[in-house]
């Protein structure tokens, strides 16, 4: 059965930094592309950063938004990814998901999905 923990969610206030870890467990990391998606009540969801297979290995994604503030790092030993988010916007505040079971580049065909971590940022 394929796990997806998140954690390291929190408050901070703009400008900080929060680094977020989703756990995995029941398939072989590298197998799926993998990566974080954001919730916002009443938005659509948003994939913020995606992971490819390790067979097809590319430049991580990063929506425009994140780019040059988030970092994606996958640690295979540990069965971890891993989501560095500096400069924190008031806009980043969601819930962010951990998502995998696909093969695109952007993980827009995830197929599990972990129960996520809030982050809120104030002004």
């Known amino acids: 059965e394929v796990q997806l923990q998140a954690s390291g969610g929190g408050s901070v206030q703009a400008g900080g930094s929060l680094t977020l870890s989703c756990a995995t467990s029941?398939?072989?990391?590298?197998?799926?592309?993998i990566g974080w998606y954001r919730q916002v009540p009443g938005k659509r969801s948003e994939a913020v950063s995606c992971l490819s297979m390790q067979s097809s290995p590319g430049d991580p994604y990063y929506v425009d938004s994140v780019l040059g503030r988030f970092t994606i790092t996958r640690d295979y030993d540990k069965n971890t990814v891993y989501l560095q988010m500096n400069s924190l916007k008031p806009d980043d505040t969601a819930l962010y998901l951990c998502?995998?079971?696909?093969?695109?580049?952007?993980?827009?065909?995830?197929?599990?999905w972990g129960q996520g971590t809030l982050v809120t940022v104030s002004s």
């Open positions: 029941g398939f072989t990391l590298g197998d799926f592309a």
């Open positions: 998502a995998t079971g696909g093969t695109w580049y952007d993980c827009r065909d995830a197929a599990y």
